[in-house]
């Protein structure tokens, strides 16, 4: 199990060279990935996004890369001509027109943007894109690294809590045993008060407790909490991306937990139900920063 969170850095170095790739991530429903590089590694773009989902499923990613190049890879100049002819032919143009001195030098027209471009071959972008892929490898293996670490202390502080979830379901399933004894005594007491001088009809009274028992009772419920925790339990313990299962297991216990407090007026009863969706809305928050 692995958190959405974390950072992440790789680098790759030789006498020519230097590449840096940083990892930072927070928590997404998605994965989104923004992309940093350098103008001299922008045709990568693609293969860093490949490289990237084909290990990372969820999270909100910055990859930043940055590049330093002392070395004649990658710094082929081309000039385009037709550009620096347009540019000379329309100085002159507002010149002529305006009567405005022509003080256009070489320097100035060789800095406008697009009138030279650096250019790779092939050999040299796969010189290039080798040794970008092994920083970024780097950062991602460290990046996945700390995810995993996080994911470990998160994990093992959610088993405890099914634990105690366990143990109040437990004492739960053990109270609601005595739910309608407890509602046959108290029908009987009101009415044994507020009819003491008639017979009480005993077959409407065992009618109203069936019909209470029926609609009361919750043990399909605390049947499908325990399921629910077992199935919670078993994919948490799993390898992937398991933050949405996990969240959708979240909701069932949730729906269990509320229908079990609706349908009793046992106190205890009450008062476990409360800890229990507490300690859901905790793992379910949790389980939000799960890749």
Not at 6 to 32: A, C, T
Not at 107 to 125: A, W
Not at 164 to 193: A, H, W
Not at 259 to 268: F, P
């Amino acid at each position: 199990m692995k958190s959405m969170t974390g950072y992440g850095k790789g680098q790759f170095y030789d006498n020519e060279r230097k590449y840096i790739v940083e990892f930072k991530s927070v928590n997404s429903k998605y994965l989104d990935v923004n992309i940093k590089l350098p103008k001299a590694l922008s045709m990568f773009e693609q293969d860093v996004r490949t490289a990237v989902a084909s290990c990372i499923s969820r999270g909100k990613l910055e990859i930043i890369v940055t590049f330093e190049n002392y070395s004649v890879l990658g710094k082929k100049m081309h000039i385009d001509e037709a550009f620096f002819d347009n540019l000379l032919l329309e100085t002159k143009r507002i010149s002529e027109k305006f009567n405005i001195q022509n003080d256009i030098k070489m320097s100035d027209i060789i800095n406008f943007e697009g009138v030279i471009d650096f250019v790779n071959d092939d050999e040299s972008n796969e010189i290039l894109k080798s040794e970008l892929i092994i920083s970024l490898n780097k950062a991602i293996e460290n990046f996945i690294q700390m995810r995993t670490a996080e994911g470990e202390q998160i994990k093992l502080d959610i088993l405890k809590k099914l634990e105690i979830l366990q143990t109040n379901i437990e004492m739960i399933e053990k109270l609601s045993y005595n739910i309608v004894d407890e509602y046959k005594n108290k029908i009987e007491g009101r009415l044994q008060k507020y009819m003491q001088e008639k017979d009480i009809d005993h077959s409407r009274i065992l009618t109203e407790i069936i019909i209470f028992a029926d609609k009361m009772t919750i043990d399909e419920e605390i049947i499908r909490f325990k399921s629910h925790i077992l199935q919670f339990t078993k994919e948490i313990k799993t390898s992937g991306a398991i933050g949405k299962k996990l969240d959708f297991i979240i909701q069932e216990m949730n729906r269990e937990t509320n229908t079990i407090g609706s349908k009793t007026n046992n106190i205890n009863i009450t008062n476990l139900v409360i800890v229990n969706k507490a300690i859901l809305e905790n793992i379910r928050e949790q389980i939000q920063t799960i890749e």
